[in-house]
Nanobody, 116 residues
Framework: QVQLVESGGGSVQPGGSLRLSCVAS????????MTWYRQAPGLERVLVAH????????SYVDSVKGRFTISRDNSKNTVYLQMNSLKPEDTAVYYC?????????WGKGTLVTVSS
């Protein structure tokens, strides 16, 4: 069955960096796009970044452009989110998601807290 497991969250001061990882299993990872979402307290879950199956295309929400980079290693079934110049408004639970055979699959999320 499809499984997505995020890691790498934590607490960091404004201006700091974190790298999130999402390890996938149960499907042909290299054939599917991957997406990072985040959900801040009291708000809806929103798309942060997406990467195509072959890493030939990426997209970002405007608020993270120039600060976050999504990448993947198909040999490790892993997608990453490098987050630099973090701001307090980046505080959220970050989820990875994929869409396989008509179904959305989500990880359980990893918490990122940006605070001084």
């Amino acid at each position: 069955q499809v499984q997505l497991v995020e890691s790498g969250g934590g607490s960091v001061q404004p201006g700091g960096s974190l790298r999130l990882s999402c390890v996938a299993s149960g499907f042909r990872f290299s054939h599917y796009g991957m997406t990072w979402y985040r959900q801040a307290p009291g708000l809806e879950r929103v798309l942060v970044a997406h990467i195509t199956s072959a890493s030939d295309g990426t997209s970002y929400v405007d608020s993270v452009k120039g600060r976050f980079t999504i990448s993947r290693d198909n040999s490790k079934n892993t997608v990453y989110l490098q987050m630099n110049s973090l701001k307090p408004e980046d505080t959220a639970v970050y989820y990875c998601k994929t869409y396989v055979d008509g179904t959305n699959y989500w990880g359980k999320g990893t918490l990122v807290t940006v605070s001084s």
